[in-house]
Nanobody, 114 residues
Framework: VQLQAFGGGLVQAGGSLRLSCAAS????????TGWYRQAPGKQRELVAA???????DYADSVKGRFTISRDNAKNTMYLQMNSLKPEDTAVYYC?????????WGQGTLVTVSS
């Protein structure tokens, strides 16, 4: 399984970005997937997750601002990020969880300027 994340960039506070994560292979539709982020000097944290059935979970810090979604037919997951804050600055990683294993994408940098 290979994951490729893209869509990061530089945005002003209050702006929006949409991240995408494309997965290879045929197991995407049966997996739980998620977006994580790691800011400089901090541990990687879960931002949002979505199950194969579409149930979602969000970190408290992004609730109401971020929306996770997936298109199983395209093996792709998305993270719509609105009302971005400087504290959202981090490298964002997509991950796929299946059969006790986790597969990670390469990360995409999101920088929010104040």
């Amino acid at each position: 399984v290979q994951l490729q994340a893209f869509g990061g960039g530089l945005v002003q506070a209050g702006g929006s970005l949409r991240l995408s994560c494309a997965a290879s292979g045929s197991i995407f539709s049966i997996t739980r997937t998620g977006w994580y982020r790691q800011a400089p000097g901090k541990q990687r944290e879960l931002v949002a997750a979505i199950t194969s059935g579409g149930s979602t979970d969000y970190a408290d810090s992004v609730k109401g601002r971020f929306t996770i979604s997936r298109d199983n037919a395209k093996n792709t997951m998305y993270l719509q990020m609105n009302s971005l804050k400087p504290e959202d600055t981090a490298v964002y990683y997509c991950a796929l969880h299946v059969l006790g294993s986790t597969y990670w994408g390469q990360g995409t940098l999101v920088t929010v300027s104040s």
